[in-house]
């Protein structure tokens, strides 16, 4: 089991370990691929244990309901076995004709919560332009010159005039990496790989 005083460092832990999921399930009637429950569980699970922590529901509450729609607003509970923790509040959305609506809305706030606290990239962001095995290139590249997503998310934060990763050539995203490498050498990186 990994040793982590405390819950920050075991959330960054897994934060480098698990730094992209790929999308496995496919839904042929709207025509895209996504992310399981079962691709993030698979993903997630491990990690956390080896590094400490645990994840659960600890409450939910209907937002809105009406005919084969629901929303609700989830709590889960991540916990450090320190006894550390945080209540984390995520939406759940379901819609179904049958009676699936509130199993679908629990899925869909599990995935956000893990989306929300471990800020992986599965490649389902409307607004991303690049394929799956470019992003698999860019955060691998990241992590095999040392430079860790939580120093990547802070400098990307601090300079938010620098294009995004989706919106650059491969060419140019080399430079981002090399640019970020070079930070990280200058300005110490204590998360790094």
């Known amino acids: 089991m990994g040793e982590h005083s405390n819950l920050h460092e075991a959330v960054v832990a897994v934060m480098e370990e698990v730094r992209y999921i790929k999308r496995t399930g496919f839904n042929s009637h709207q025509n895209y691929s996504y992310a399981s429950d079962a691709d993030l569980k698979a993903a997630y699970q491990p990690a956390m244990a080896k590094h400490g922590l645990s994840a659960y529901p600890t409450g939910a509450s209907v937002v809105k309901q009406d005919d084969n729609h629901v929303v609700l607003m989830y709590t889960f509970t991540l916990q450090h076995k320190s006894g550390e923790k945080v209540d984390i509040m995520v939406p759940g959305e379901g819609r179904d004709k049958g009676d699936k609506a509130v199993y679908k809305a629990?899925?869909?706030?599990?995935?956000?919560?893990?989306?929300?606290?471990?800020?992986?990239?599965?490649?389902?962001?409307?607004?991303?332009?690049?394929?799956?095995?470019?992003?698999?290139?860019?955060?691998?590249?990241?992590?095999?010159?040392?430079?860790?997503?939580?120093?990547?998310?802070?400098?990307?934060?601090?300079?938010?005039?620098?294009?995004?990763?989706?919106?650059?050539?491969?060419?140019?995203?080399?430079?981002?990496?090399?640019?970020?490498?070079?930070?990280?050498?200058?300005?110490?990186?204590?998360?790094?790989?």
């Open 106 to 193: 629990s899925t869909g706030a599990q995935k956000y919560f893990y989306h929300m606290t471990f800020h992986t990239p599965t490649g389902d962001d409307a607004e991303c332009t690049w394929s799956e095995e470019e992003q698999f290139e860019f955060w691998t590249a990241l992590h095999d010159h040392g430079v860790s997503l939580d120093f990547y998310m802070k400098t990307m934060n601090r300079n938010r005039s620098w294009p995004k990763p989706w919106e650059m050539v491969r060419a140019r995203r080399a430079g981002l990496i090399n640019k970020l490498v070079e930070l990280k050498d200058t300005q110490g990186d204590k998360h790094g790989v």
